[in-house]
């Protein structure tokens, strides 16, 4: 009990206080090509999922599915920047989420991307908000990109697969899997 409650994180989201609690951590002790959650609960709200991450080769992207759904039920808008210059995009009937858009991954600099799911067990077409934030030490590839997307299915999700557009995740990448509960 004492060792769950130290990793419990306690957030006010609009005047509400959230309960985060991990649910499940994966550091990769060899390199590896698809990072998987499975058999997710749906006793939470929401989930956080909090990805530190180098690669095997530079500017890869980061591609996100659910329930091991590969049709085109995905669309995002993106905003980045990176530094000089800032830009937009959007798609839609996309056959997963693209996490990053300028963070591209680095063999050599950790990059952090968040993903934010909520109502992720719920009926509806389920939002996720994701973050990249990426910095090459003052080198090319670097940046920063929020992306609003939308799965257009009303299955709960019980799965969450990581995937690099191309190449393996390198040893040491971590990704945290948390659940956020309303207190």
Known sequence: FSSRRRHTRYISVTGVQTCALPISTTTLGSATATITFSSISSAYT?????????????????????????????????????????SSSRYTSGSRIIVNKLAYTSSTYPHLYTMDIFSYAGSTYKTVLTTALGDNNGG??????????????????NSVEFKLSAGNYNTGTTVTLWGIKAA
């Open 46 to 86: 929401d989930l956080r999922i909090v990805m530190v991450c180098t690669s095997a080769s530079n500017t890869q992207d980061v591609y996100l599915r659910f329930n091991s759904d590969t049709g085109t039920n995905y669309s995002q808008t993106a905003l980045s920047g990176d530094g000089a210059t800032a």
């Open 140 to 157: 090319a590839n670097a940046g920063t990109d929020a992306t609003v997307c939308l799965w257009r299915s009303t299955s709960a999700i």
